[in-house]
């Protein structure tokens, strides 16, 4: 419901979903809902554009915010084919003109340099983010609940994220993957294991994007988030600053409660 | 084989005295001194059946209709009702009730197989009698990894199985319908269509893509989530013929409608029950205390309906719709037999509660994680940290003659049994 759209005149953002079919693995469609219900209760229009295999290159071009969720490994063959062939080359213009966007799990992995399977296999990436991800046939899968604190890059941005102590989340991926520079890392690893579980570094930070490991998922856990994502995307296409402000005491109580249960099971 | 029955029955004894409650104890003692016990005690009773029923959702509720059915008919019954489901789950079982010798008085053996465990079960039992197979959905995506890599897994195992073992399959499940097809004995079933609906998918929906050629699949008809009459847009993968029953039981819900399916299907195809047969005894079933089961306090009916993955919650929704139930309680707890990962709660169409007049109430160990997914979705509820709180805000908010529907993840089911029965509410 858009109760307050006559105070802010008649502003509007639009998302686009990549692959909301095939890149749905981990309530990832949550973070479109904080998205929206927060822009609408600031009086922001909030368009939803579904982006999939079949859907046309140039619909990426009008997004404000760009999300692409997790997916299992079946699906994600589907998807990197149509970013390799059509959609890739878009998608990097939109990343490198500081469009802000939200990449998770496969997406993230997606888009650095390259992903070396278990059978040693390289499938190369977009190479947008300098990164790159492997996955070995001995090593466990990284899975539990994580607990990490925004990098200074990241606070050196959006300045009411210095009050966001923790994000916290839930990661599940075989794939261990390494920055090239650990100073663009998203967050650094308070408890659970982050890229690769052992740099502490978690994510990555580049331009006005996000890439991480953490579902939950990762905008209804943390509000803040997505506060900054809609801030960043509405300065940008407006020049001007908004007043973008959303509290919600459950997404607290919620991230307390899992903290509390952190302490007495690890 | 002497020794290690003895000494499993030593350390069931014991921990009865000790009052420990894990009933898989005694089998990995007895499995650590003859790793090749469960094999001898088949060989030992040659007359023993063994069903395996696998599937995300609907073991137990299958077991217990399947139990029915056969005890109607004479076939004595043992069943693995603790939800201990490994392997030493099936050799505390086997312990429990086989003499010194080994031997055991049972016709069949009913046995709960979660899914991860499924192979593992398989290498050690090469030939059980029959597997049925329910349904595979996004279920403690953390646990087991992916729905894919389930579905691999099994395909492999059944591969390696002999013309003797049955497999009684849902053909509405594509990934089902597909493994099941690299059996040599396989009977499938399915429901009336007239409970399918041409609807469109759900969004908690895990299996659109075709299992062989991965194209996308299409539903000529859908009776929930994935499950319907498909057909591959590419290639000719599409719905195996099947059978189908009419019949009345008291369990709501069409994914019951499954499960009381592959029973009677399954009893039909291993004990020679005719189908008929199986549904006149079903008239008569009683579902168990947390599956479905009503209870009745104070002229207020309780349901409790085990809700731990997005298609089963969603399924509970639509019965709490149908029973028009007067208070929801929700509980989610994120301790290991409910899987760690709640994320799961986001894949779920909370916005049908919209249609219901019910108040809802929220607790368990994330309680405010499920408080928060409600908020977002604008559906007012009230949270208490306290189950016990909960449920007495619950209950007492419980119209007259009316339902309180209780949503419990797994570990949150055993809490609030507990609460319900434990308690002086009589």
Redesign the interface.
Known sequence: MNHQSSTINHNSLTLGWLYPELMSTYGDRGNITVLKKIAEDNGIKFDVLRINQTSNSSLLSTCDILFMGGAQDLQQEIVNRDLIENKGEILREKIEQDTPGLYICGAYQFLGNYYKDAYGTTIPGLGIFEMHTESYKTKPRLIGNIVVKPSNSLIMNHKSLIDSFFFVGFENHGGRTYLADKNQAFAKVIQGYGNNGKDKTEGIHYKNSIGTYLHGPILPSNPELAVYLLKTAYLKKYGKESKITFDNELAKKAKQQMLRKLKTDY | MYHSIAIGKGVLHLSKILNRSGSTWPGHVALKADRSLIRKVFKKNPGLKLILIAGTNGKTTTTKVLTHILESSNISVLANVAGANLLNGLASLLVKHINLQGTLKHKALLFEVDENSLPLVLEEISTPDAIIFLNLF?DQ???Y?????TSQKWKSAIEKLSAKTLIIGNADDPQIAYISSFSKNKFFYTIDNKFKNEKELA?AVDS??CPKC?NQLSYERISYSHLGNFACSNCEFKSPKAKQYIFQTKLMGTYNKYNVSSAILAADKVFGINPYTSIETLKNFVPAFGRQEVIEIDNKKIMILLSKNPTGLNESIEVCLTNKSSTILLLLN?RIPDG????????VDFEKLKNSNAKIYVSG?????M???L????IAHE?FEKYEDAYKAAIKNTLSAKTLTILPTYSAMLEVRRLISGKAIL
């Open positions: 996004r995506l953390d646990r990894g992916e729905v894919n890599v969004h659109t893509t991965n994120d760690r990962d709640i994320s799961w709660i986001w894949d160990d994330r309680a405010y994680d408080a928060n997914r908020f977002f979705e604008g949270v």
